[in-house]
Protein backbone atom coordinates (compact mmCIF):
# COMPACT_ATOMS: atom_id res chain seq x y z
CA UNK A 1 0.00 0.00 0.00
CA UNK A 2 1.21 3.44 -0.91
CA UNK A 3 1.66 5.65 1.78
CA UNK A 4 0.29 9.49 1.38
CA UNK A 5 1.87 12.63 2.83
CA UNK A 6 -0.27 15.44 3.35
CA UNK A 7 0.90 18.91 4.44
CA UNK A 8 -0.83 22.49 4.66
CA UNK A 9 -3.40 22.45 7.58
CA UNK A 10 -3.72 24.65 10.32
CA UNK A 11 -5.55 27.55 12.12
CA UNK A 12 -6.80 30.52 10.58
CA UNK A 13 -9.47 33.42 10.30
CA UNK A 14 -12.44 32.97 8.63
CA UNK A 15 -12.33 34.35 4.89
CA UNK A 16 -8.56 33.03 5.43
CA UNK A 17 -7.08 30.72 2.58
CA UNK A 18 -5.49 27.60 3.24
CA UNK A 19 -3.89 25.08 0.14
CA UNK A 20 -3.20 21.48 1.45
CA UNK A 21 -1.28 19.35 -0.11
CA UNK A 22 -0.72 15.33 -0.41
CA UNK A 23 1.53 13.30 -2.45
CA UNK A 24 2.44 9.27 -2.48
CA UNK A 25 5.91 8.55 -0.40
CA UNK A 26 7.18 6.51 -3.14
CA UNK A 27 7.12 6.19 -6.83
CA UNK A 28 3.85 5.01 -8.32
CA UNK A 29 2.78 3.93 -12.12
CA UNK A 30 -0.76 6.00 -12.30
CA UNK A 31 -3.36 8.12 -10.89
CA UNK A 32 -6.75 6.87 -10.87
CA UNK A 33 -8.15 9.45 -8.25
CA UNK A 34 -6.96 11.66 -5.92
CA UNK A 35 -9.34 13.74 -3.56
CA UNK A 36 -10.14 14.82 -0.27
CA UNK A 37 -12.32 13.94 2.64
CA UNK A 38 -12.81 15.46 5.80
CA UNK A 39 -14.30 14.67 9.48
CA UNK A 40 -15.05 16.87 11.89
CA UNK A 41 -15.88 16.10 15.59
CA UNK A 42 -18.69 13.82 16.32
CA UNK A 43 -19.58 13.31 12.48
CA UNK A 44 -18.45 10.87 9.60
CA UNK A 45 -16.08 11.29 6.88
CA UNK A 46 -17.30 12.57 3.75
CA UNK A 47 -15.92 13.65 0.36
CA UNK A 48 -14.93 17.23 -0.17
CA UNK A 49 -13.40 16.97 -3.89
CA UNK A 50 -12.40 14.44 -6.03
CA UNK A 51 -10.55 14.65 -9.26
CA UNK A 52 -10.05 11.58 -11.66
CA UNK A 53 -7.31 11.11 -14.15
CA UNK A 54 -9.09 13.03 -16.99
CA UNK A 55 -9.17 16.41 -15.19
CA UNK A 56 -12.72 16.06 -13.99
CA UNK A 57 -13.51 17.16 -10.69
CA UNK A 58 -16.55 16.91 -8.47
CA UNK A 59 -17.14 18.86 -5.25
CA UNK A 60 -19.72 18.91 -1.89
CA UNK A 61 -22.21 21.40 -2.26
CA UNK A 62 -20.90 23.02 0.68
CA UNK A 63 -17.10 23.82 -0.98
CA UNK A 64 -18.29 24.03 -4.01
CA UNK A 65 -17.56 27.94 -5.42
CA UNK A 66 -14.61 28.31 -2.64
CA UNK A 67 -12.39 25.59 -2.74
CA UNK A 68 -10.10 24.25 -6.15
CA UNK A 69 -8.71 20.66 -6.45
CA UNK A 70 -5.81 20.46 -8.63
CA UNK A 71 -3.46 18.11 -9.80
CA UNK A 72 0.84 18.53 -10.22
CA UNK A 73 0.98 15.86 -12.32
CA UNK A 74 5.74 16.10 -12.90
CA UNK A 75 4.82 15.93 -8.66
CA UNK A 76 1.78 12.73 -8.35
CA UNK A 77 0.44 15.39 -6.07
CA UNK A 78 -3.08 16.59 -5.28
CA UNK A 79 -3.46 20.18 -3.79
CA UNK A 80 -6.55 21.74 -2.47
CA UNK A 81 -6.97 25.28 -2.36
CA UNK A 82 -9.70 26.78 0.10
CA UNK A 83 -10.32 30.27 0.45
CA UNK A 84 -13.37 31.91 2.05
CA UNK A 85 -13.05 29.63 4.57
CA UNK A 86 -16.33 29.22 7.38
CA UNK A 87 -15.78 28.00 10.75
CA UNK A 88 -17.67 25.25 9.59
CA UNK A 89 -15.05 23.77 7.57
CA UNK A 90 -13.35 22.59 10.48
CA UNK A 91 -11.89 18.80 10.58
CA UNK A 92 -9.42 16.36 10.13
CA UNK A 93 -9.05 16.60 6.33
CA UNK A 94 -8.18 13.67 4.79
CA UNK A 95 -5.82 12.90 1.31
CA UNK A 96 -7.56 9.67 -0.43
CA UNK A 97 -5.94 8.41 -3.87
CA UNK A 98 -6.61 5.41 -6.17
CA UNK A 99 -3.11 4.65 -7.40
CA UNK A 100 -1.71 1.91 -9.64
CA UNK A 101 1.96 1.61 -8.49
CA UNK A 102 3.46 -0.67 -11.21
CA UNK A 103 2.07 -1.84 -14.86
CA UNK A 104 -0.07 -4.16 -14.13
CA UNK A 105 -0.65 -4.16 -10.98
CA UNK A 106 -4.42 -3.86 -9.96
CA UNK A 107 -4.78 0.21 -8.54
CA UNK A 108 -5.29 0.34 -4.67
CA UNK A 109 -6.47 3.13 -2.65
CA UNK A 110 -4.37 4.67 0.23
CA UNK A 111 -5.13 7.81 2.71
CA UNK A 112 -3.13 10.19 4.35
CA UNK A 113 -3.06 10.36 8.25
CA UNK A 114 -4.56 13.32 8.60
CA UNK A 115 -4.47 17.12 8.84
CA UNK A 116 -6.45 19.76 11.12
CA UNK A 117 -7.83 22.47 9.51
CA UNK A 118 -9.51 24.94 12.37
CA UNK A 119 -11.12 28.25 10.96
CA UNK A 120 -11.63 30.40 14.16
CA UNK A 121 -11.59 34.10 15.12
Known amino acids: ????????????QPGGSLRLS?????S??????????????G??????ALILSDGRTNYSDSVKGRFTISIDSAKNAVHL???????????VYYCHAVLQVADGVPPTASWGQGTQVTVAS
Open 43 to 48: NTRHLV
Open 81 to 91: QMNNLKPQDTA
Open 22 to 26: CAPSG
Open 1 to 12: QVQLVESGGGLV
Open 28 to 41: IFSIQTMGWFRQAP
